[in-house]
Antibody, heavy 119, light 107 residues
Framework: EVQLVESGGGLVQPGGSLRLSCAASGFTFGNYWMYWVRQGPGKGLVLVSHISTDGSGTNYADSVKGRFTVSRDNAKNTLYLQMNSLRAEDTAVYYC????????????WGQGTLVTVSS | EIVMTQSPATLSVSPGERATLSCRASQSISTKLAWYQQKPGQAPRLLIYGASTRATGIPARFSGSGSGTEFTLTISSLQSEDFAVYYCQQCDYWPRTFGQGTKVEIK
């Protein structure tokens, strides 16, 4: 069974940093692109970042470019999102998702981890 | 950035009736479109990809159609578990943008 379990969310002050993790199981993690998608309170979905199978290719939404860094450790079956210079507007539930190969959609989602940026 | 526009924002439907949701892309995305369902407090679930292919385990009452810039998700006979928010996503260009969602509520 495919499982994605996010962790690392919490309350952080504006300007602070946080690192999210996503532990994957039930599939060959290193064979899949992965995404981070966020959802602000009462809002819609925004794809924040993606990373290729070996980590050599990454992409970011303009709103987080230069502040967030996505990475992965295929030996540990874990995806990461390093978030720096956090702003109030980064407050959201962050989901880790798996890419459906050749399609670009997210076929499996974690349960999400809440990040709250507030003083 | 491709803008995805969903309509209506809210759809009131009685159980057993058909629901038709629309999604429009600001430029052509061929059939590179996905639909997701999200229930309160849950992560989204992939329903449809490639505009018309049902994801694994999705009931046949869900169907998708369209190409280019105009897309439709149809739920043929609404069940109680189908009342939720539905999002479309274009999967052709980065950033992979989502629509703002359509809430399907009980009439």
């Amino acid at each position: 069974e495919v499982q994605l379990v996010e962790s690392g969310g919490g309350l952080v002050q504006p300007g602070g940093s946080l690192r999210l993790s996503c532990a994957a199981s039930g599939f060959t993690f290193g064979n899949y692109w992965m995404y981070w998608v966020r959802q602000g309170p009462g809002k819609g979905l925004v794809l924040v970042s993606h990373i290729s199978t070996d980590g050599s290719g990454t992409n970011y939404a303009d709103s987080v470019k230069g502040r967030f860094t996505v990475s992965r450790d295929n030996a540990k079956n874990t995806l990461y999102l390093q978030m720096n210079s956090l702003r109030a507007e980064d407050t959201a539930v962050y989901y880790c998702t798996r890419d459906l190969p050749g399609v670009g959609a997210s076929d499996f989602w974690g349960q999400g981890t809440l990040v709250t940026v507030s003083s | 950035e491709i803008v995805m526009t969903q309509s209506p924002a809210t759809l009131s439907v009685s159980p057993g009736e058909r629901a038709t949701l629309s999604c429009r892309a600001s430029q052509s995305i061929s059939t590179k479109l996905a639909w997701y369902q999200q229930k309160p407090g849950q992560a989204p679930r992939l329903l449809i990809y490639g505009a018309s292919t049902r994801a694994t385990g999705i009931p046949a009452r869900f169907s998708g159609s369209g190409s280019g810039t105009e897309f439709t998700l149809t739920i043929s006979s609404l069940q109680s578990e189908d009342f939720a928010v539905y999002y479309c996503q274009q999967c052709d260009y980065w950033p992979r943008t989502f629509g703002q969602g359509t809430k399907v509520e009980i009439k």
